[in-house]
């Protein structure tokens, strides 16, 4: 059974995305490598899911200011997970992706929202894991990225929230 522990010293970024998402520019210029690497790996995934959901018929956009999306970095131990919060908005759609950095075998992400509820969820075995929330209720969710399997005993993950109006 997967830890459900947040690990208390985990070291937590989130940012607001300032400027054009590019593999090769980075929010913090004092990231380490691994942080770039699962920065990298979170915005080619990013990239592809926005892509598969554009021939699909929806319109989300690569995110080229803080108003089209959110992201955050942890440093986790496997079996444990990193949690972020963000408000949601009636009348959007929402994709979440997961991933991080090469050591990471499996990460599963889930959705909670204000009451605990679990809305969404990917556990998948796979590096990377997504999520697709239509017009949710407005309102604070929480987003679990668990760490399950990796070949180190901590890794770096992250998150990217991307929204679109209807």
Avoid at 60 to 75: A, E, H, K, N
Avoid at 79 to 92: I, P
Wanted: with cysteine; proline share 2%; glycine share 8%.
């Amino acid at each position: 059974m997967k830890a459900k522990r947040i690990l208390v010293i985990s070291a937590v970024l989130a940012l607001c995305v300032g400027a054009t998402a590019l593999a090769q520019s980075y929010p913090n210029t004092s990231w380490n490598v691994w942080q770039r690497e699962t920065w990298d790996r979170l915005i080619t995934f990013r990239d592809s899911v926005i892509r598969d959901y554009r021939q699909s018929g929806f319109n989300f956009r690569t995110p080229t200011t803080s108003d089209d999306g959110y992201y955050g970095l942890s440093l986790i131990h496997v079996g444990e997970y990193a949690e972020f919060t963000r408000m949601l908005y009636s009348g959007n759609d929402y994709i979440i992706v997961a991933s991080g950095d090469s050591d990471i075998i499996d990460v599963d992400l889930d959705v909670h929202d204000r009451f605990g509820r679990l809305i969404a969820s990917d556990y998948r075995i796979d590096r990377d894991a997504g999520v697709f929330i239509t017009n949710p209720a407005t309102g604070l969710y929480t987003f679990r990225i668990h760490l399950y399997s990796g070949r180190a005993n901590t890794s770096w993950v992250g998150m990217y929230l991307l929204f679109d109006n209807y």
